[in-house]
């Protein structure tokens, strides 16, 4: 039986690609990720279907910053699809802006906070100000929800500090960089499985290749949607 905790992330090159994941899951998985390498293999026009057709929940991963004038029309126009989930940067006049292009809709705009590729080093080399990651992902989580985010993207190394905030009540944390025991840790850097990050506050977290690249793609998402059960 599916979750929509789980989201399984389309990390595909095109709509063939993505069908074929999706084909093999089946009825497991009820809700989907659609990101920017998917977008110019017809990622959009995927989404509509899986969505119209397929009866399937839909998370837009586009992380959009932009001025405010241009995050507000490409909301607009996104909005028009009936999609569930769609991801811009943190900063709070891009989160306004975002909440009022989606005004009209049910599109939930989720914040994201610092992706979880990335540690300490990597923000020196970007010129974050100084401070421990977790507490900086937390004051960006703060600042989203006050701008009217619907929820943010954070690891889960940082959900049970979020959940603690008085401005996450009814808010949503969706949780990427999730990893079961044993997988391939790939480009992520601040990670735990998928019991811990449900455990710590999530709602919902994102997991792509240890399900796609799998052997067995349905028996891996199954492994995963039993442990979320479990909490």
């Known amino acids: 039986m599916s979750d929509d905790r789980l989201i399984v ?11 074929d994941i999706v084909n093999k899951l089946g009825a497991t998985v009820s809700f989907y990720k659609i990101g920017l390498g998917m977008l110019t293999g ?27 004038a241009t995050v507000e029309a490409a909301v607009k126009g996104i909005a028009k699809y009936e ?20 005004s009209v809709s049910n599109l ?13 080093e990597d923000l020196d080399a970007n010129l974050y100000k100084p401070g421990n990651t977790n507490d900086l992902v937390v004051e960006r989580a703060d600042l989203a929800f006050q701008a009217g985010a619907d929820g943010v993207v954070a690891s889960p190394l940082e959900s049970k500090k979020i959940r603690d905030l008085e401005s996450s009540a009814g808010k949503l944390i969706v949780t990427p960089g999730v990893r079961p025991k044993g997988a391939d840790l790939g480009d ?8 811990e990050a449900i455990k710590n506050g999530s709602n919902h977290i994102v997991v792509g ?15 995963i949607l039993a442990e979320i059960q479990e909490c």
């Open 108 to 120: 939930k705009i989720l914040a994201v906070t610092i992706l979880t590729s990335l540690d300490r």
């Open 9 to 19: 992330a389309l990390d595909a090159p095109n709509i063939i690609a993505g069908m």
């Open 42 to 68: 017809g990622g959009l026009a995927l989404a509509d279907e899986l969505k119209q057709e397929h009866n399937k929940r839909i998370f837009l991963d586009l992380k959009l910053f932009d001025i405010g």
């Open 209 to 223: 290749r240890p399900i796609a690249q799998s052997a067995n793609p349905k028996m891996a998402a199954q492994n």
């Open 83 to 102: 999609l569930d989930f769609l991801t811009v940067h943190g900063d709070p006049n891009v989160v306004k802006a975002a909440k009022e292009g989606a």
């Open 188 to 195: 992520q850097k601040r990670i735990s499985t998928p019991g």
